[in-house]
């Protein structure tokens, strides 16, 4: 639903920005309720201005943080939403929020553990399986990448082909038995279960069938392009259904 104003790509926040925020998302962990509540009201309500993205860092009920480096990121709903899937395949295509939803959708219970060490056990994702629109794309032979973008204008991942492949890939539009909302990256999010939390790409709006990996927007400032999560666990085992 957007406001009426025109829809501007994000602008990436710098390097001081992004870790005081950090702190500050640290220190309401750390807080009272009533204080996380009040800088939570205070940097909420002023969401749409704030011209350094701090409202996408602040402490969140349930567990999760929301991390953003862009300045603004607009708001997409089932008329305005569009995925595109192009790139090496033979039949590329673009999804309304509506078609995703019509396609068959795959539940997984997974933990959620993020880079930064702060996890959410047991979290619900639902969507469609990534492997069923590489398949209806009809990927060719010389494939061995994905690259995926999003609509913020700043962030963007890569998967190898055998990666996204997996059954426990999804297209995500619901988390925790909800619609995505957009501060969780919906309508629509890259969910990589078996991956450090960054790799599940929020606000995605393109899928780009490659030949090699690229690295995406957190792997170009040092974080690791592939990144299971601990494989002495059994989380990185591929499910079977």
């Not at 950090?22 to 704030?50: C, H, I, M, N």
């Not at 919906?186 to 069938?209: D, E, Q």
């Amino acid at each position: 639903m957007n406001s009426g104003q025109p829809e501007q790509e994000g602008r990436p926040i710098g390097r001081r920005v992004l870790l005081g925020t950090l702190g500050l998302g640290a220190l309401g962990v750390v807080a009272a309720p009533t204080l996380q509540r009040g800088l939570e009201s205070f940097l909420g309500s002023a969401a749409d201005k704030d011209p350094t993205g701090l409202t996408g860092l602040l402490p969140n009920g349930g567990g999760f943080r929301y991390y953003s480096v862009a300045a603004s990121v607009p708001h997409k709903n089932a008329t305005t939403y569009r995925l595109t899937v192009d790139g090496l395949v033979d039949r590329p295509r673009t999804y309304t929020l509506p078609e995703l939803r019509a396609l068959p959708q795959t539940r997984l219970v997974r933990d959620v553990q993020c880079v930064t060490g702060w996890r959410v056990p047991d979290t619900p994702f639902e969507g469609v399986r990534l492997s069923r629109l590489l398949d209806a794309a009809g990927v060719r032979p010389t494939a061995k990448a994905i690259r995926f973008t999003c609509f913020d204008g700043t962030y963007s991942e890569s998967l190898t082909l055998d990666q996204a492949r997996r059954a426990d890939v999804l297209v995500a539009l619901r988390m925790r038995d909800e619609d995505l909302s957009h501060a969780h990256g919906g309508p629509v999010r890259l969910y990589v279960a078996p991956m450090y939390f960054y790799k599940s790409a929020k606000w995605l709006s393109g899928i780009t069938v490659t030949e090699d990996v690229e690295p995406g927007y957190w792997e170009e400032r040092g974080y690791d392009i592939d990144a299971w999560v601990g494989r002495s666990n059994g989380r990185d085992d591929e499910p079977t259904s």
